[in-house]
């Protein structure tokens, strides 16, 4: 009887703070709203640890980049207009580095969390070039792809803070 009580009482303390692992991993984050849907629509996050969380949120950011990726190539496909042709070219390059960057930090993370971390600011560097690209004078247009482009940093800014409090 004792034991089973015992097993009960550890069972729920081990699903307690694995509950909260989510919680208190997106609380800490700087965009918690978007940290907290992301892990909690991907099944997989309910049994893993930290470092699997990190990688959790660089494949949802991957395929946040690959998305934007085919966006910025089907609106190239529809544009005449030059400056917003040339300002798509430019995107299409960048967000052609985006899709490899990010697989080479999933890669790393568990291993070299430090360079998981160097090839997410790559991303998250390019994915703002090309959102900047948008607004060079004097030809500034407004940019199409303003939510996937700031989607994408978040969500690798997300994991590169679950990385950086692994050390
Ligand atoms: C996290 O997301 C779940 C499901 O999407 C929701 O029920 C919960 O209220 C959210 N928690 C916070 C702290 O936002």
């Given at each position: 009887m004792t034991r089973i009580v015992l097993l009960?009482?550890?069972?729920?303390?081990?699903?307690?703070?694995h509950a909260d692992l989510i919680a208190d991993t997106c609380k800490k984050s700087e965009y918690p709203d978007l940290c907290n849907s992301t892990l909690r629509s991907d099944p997989?996050?309910?049994?893993?640890?930290?470092?699997?969380l990190a990688r959790i949120m660089l494949e949802a950011a991957l395929i946040k980049a690959s998305?934007?990726?085919?966006?910025?190539?089907?609106?190239?496909?529809?544009?005449?207009?030059?400056?917003?042709?040339q300002c798509l070219i430019d995107c299409t390059e960048l967000y052609g580095l985006i899709v490899k960057e990010i697989p080479k930090a999933i890669q790393n993370v568990g291993s070299d969390n430090n360079e998981a971390i160097h090839q997410g600011d790559s991303a998250i560097t390019n994915a703002d070039t090309c959102e900047?690209?948008?607004?060079?004078?004097?030809?500034?247009?407004?940019?199409?792809?303003?939510?996937?482009?700031?989607?994408?940093?978040?969500?690798?800014?997300?994991?590169?803070?679950?990385?950086?409090?692994?050390?």
């Open positions: 009960f009482v550890l069972f729920s303390l081990n699903y307690h703070s997989r996050s309910a049994k893993a640890d930290a470092t699997g998305t934007t990726f085919d966006q910025v190539k089907k609106l190239l496909s529809k544009t005449t207009e030059p400056v917003l042709k900047g690209i948008f607004s060079d004078e004097p030809n500034k247009r407004k940019s199409p792809i303003t939510a996937n482009n700031i989607a994408v940093q978040h969500l690798v800014a997300i994991a590169e803070h679950i990385l950086a409090s692994l050390g």
